[in-house]
């Protein structure tokens, strides 16, 4: 189950980077897909400033779940093909996005950009 697991996350975060980093013409909408397998991720704000986490819904739509201050974490139950994207509080600036896996625990929201789990 493991070696899946791992193979379905290598394939999750090749896509996690090639959405969050490629440039497209804009006819491209990411959206979440319909799931069965639910997981819990912990989002923690390492940055300087404050966090904003938004769910990409199923029409493509970005609704806006909390607010995280320096420091901050909130566990949220989400489905592992569910979309998300952290943007800085103040200039909505993307700073990470992340697609859970089935093995994440935390999602680190740094400097890097690279909402990895540890």
């Not at 899946?4 to 804009?26: C, H, M, P, T, W």
């Not at 990411?30 to 966090?51: A, H, P, W, Y």
Request: aromatic content about 10%; some cysteine.
């Amino acid at each position: 189950m493991k070696t899946a697991n791992r193979e379905v996350n290598k394939q999750l975060v090749n896509f996690q980077k090639e959405i969050f980093f490629s440039n497209y013409d804009g006819t491209l909408q990411l959206r979440s897909q319909r799931g069965d397998t639910q997981i819990e991720i912990e989002f923690v704000n390492k940055l300087d400033e404050m966090v904003v986490v938004y769910w990409i819904n199923y029409e493509g739509d970005e609704k806006e779940y909390f607010e995280l201050q320096l420091g901050e974490s909130k566990k949220q139950k989400t489905y592992v093909t569910h979309l998300w994207i952290v943007k800085k509080g103040k200039s909505k600036e993307p700073v990470c996005s992340i697609i859970g896996r089935v093995d994440d625990e935390q999602i680190l929201i740094e400097a890097s950009g690279d909402g990895s789990g540890n």
